[in-house]
């Protein structure tokens, strides 16, 4: 589990790096271009399959934004979020929640679970 987290750090930040030395959220930018290193830890799609990391795609716009912000204010803390959404404007931040919110989402509830049983 360890190693899953380096890999995905690693990846998230070589992602982010590569994304700043384009010189971040660029004007023009669409918002898929936009998510291209979300997709290190969220998946190409938004649907990663990592339980640490939550999916994107099908969240409500005024929750994925909301998050954006709180991460670029610091009331979130994550130092991969931060470091990514220091380069957003609010426009970027409104753009990538809007593509997240659209997409097929596979997001699950715990309703299949049984009180108190660990399946």
């Known amino acids: 589990m360890k190693t899953m987290f380096v890999i995905a ?7 982010f790096n590569a994304f700043a ?3 971040g959220a660029a004007p023009g930018k669409n918002a898929e271009e ?9 998946g190409a799609d938004g649907n990663g399959t990592n339980a ?7 969240q409500y716009h005024d929750y ?7 991460y670029k204010t610091g009331e979130r803390q994550n130092a991969i979020m931060q470091g990514f959404v220091k380069t957003l404007s609010e426009a970027d931040i409104q753009s990538l929640a ?22």
């Open 34 to 42: 936009l998510s291209k290193p979300c997709a290190a830890c969220h």
């Open 98 to 119: 809007s593509y997240y919110a659209d997409m097929p989402g596979k997001l699950d509830d715990l309703a299949h679970h049984e009180q108190g049983s660990e399946k």
């Open 52 to 58: 640490q990391y939550p999916r994107l795609s099908g």
């Open 21 to 23: 030395a384009e010189g």
């Open 64 to 70: 994925l934004a909301r998050a954006l912000q709180e």
């Open 9 to 15: 750090t690693l990846a998230c930040g070589v992602s």
